[in-house]
């Protein structure tokens, strides 16, 4: 099974939205329910920032947002912040594996 | 509030085995999922594999004949081992709760192999 395709860039301005795509295929995005995201700043660990495709954990704040079509997911950031710049990673369950995605830096212009 | 601490060796030769060890704290192993993920310097993360506390595991597939990852419910602890190894498995090693890692991961412990 092959990592999770994401866009290796993504940017914005402060205020605007930004959208970020995982593609998988059905035995593993397209499957299942449970796809997360991840949030890495520089010389630190993942911070979960979705979870289940569309829920947040407790401390997120609701500028993001998930969801899925088929065999892609997408974490959506609305009104870009400065802190908000960092690498993301979605992960996807694949029956006995996890995948993970490559990673989309994305930058706050 | 659980929390997750890897130790263990920060160098390890080429074709011996690196052991790691995540120690839970705040929390017990029990009804949990608990994984391994790599992460070579400046590339993406790969998920090793997982335990689950009654001791099923499941690996990933380009690893799974090198890897072994166990439980030790006496002293909360879960272990990775990873046999034969090359300078492609230096990385920062993370410990992390569920199958597909949820809230709670360790701070991540670099592992270099090298002579």
């Known amino acids: 099974q092959s990592a999770l395709t994401q866009p290796p860039s993504a940017s914005g301005s402060p205020g605007q939205s930004v959208t970020i795509t995982c593609t998988g295929t059905s035995s593993d995005v397209g499957g299942y329910k449970y796809v997360a995201w991840y949030q890495q700043h520089p010389g630190k660990a993942p911070k979960l920032m979705m979870y289940?495709?569309?829920e947040r954990p407790s401390g997120v704040p609701d500028r993001f947002s998930g969801s899925k079509s088929g065999n892609t997911a997408s974490l959506t950031v609305s009104g870009l912040q400065a802190e908000d710049e960092a690498d993301y990673y979605c992960s996807s369950f694949a029956g006995s594996n996890v995948l993970f995605g490559g990673g989309t830096k994305l930058t706050v212009l | 509030q659980v929390q997750l601490q890897e130790s263990g060796p920060g160098l390890v030769k080429p074709s011996e085995t690196l052991s790691l060890t995540c120690t839970v704290s705040?929390?017990?192993?029990?009804?949990?999922?608990w994984s391994w993920i790599r992460q070579p310097p400046g590339k993406g993360l790969e998920w090793i594999g997982c335990?689950?506390?009654?001791?099923?595991?499941n690996y990933s597939p380009s690893l799974k004949s090198r890897v072994t990852i166990s439980l030790d419910t006496s002293k909360n602890q879960f272990s990775l081992k990873l046999s034969s190894v090359t300078a492609a498995d230096t990385a920062v090693y993370y410990c992390a709760r569920n199958r597909v890692p949820g809230g709670y991961w360790g701070q991540g412990t670099l592992v270099t192999v090298s002579s």
């Open positions: 289940e495709v569309s």
């Open positions: 705040g929390g017990s192993l029990s009804s949990s999922y």
């Open positions: 335990v689950y506390y009654n001791g099923d595991t």
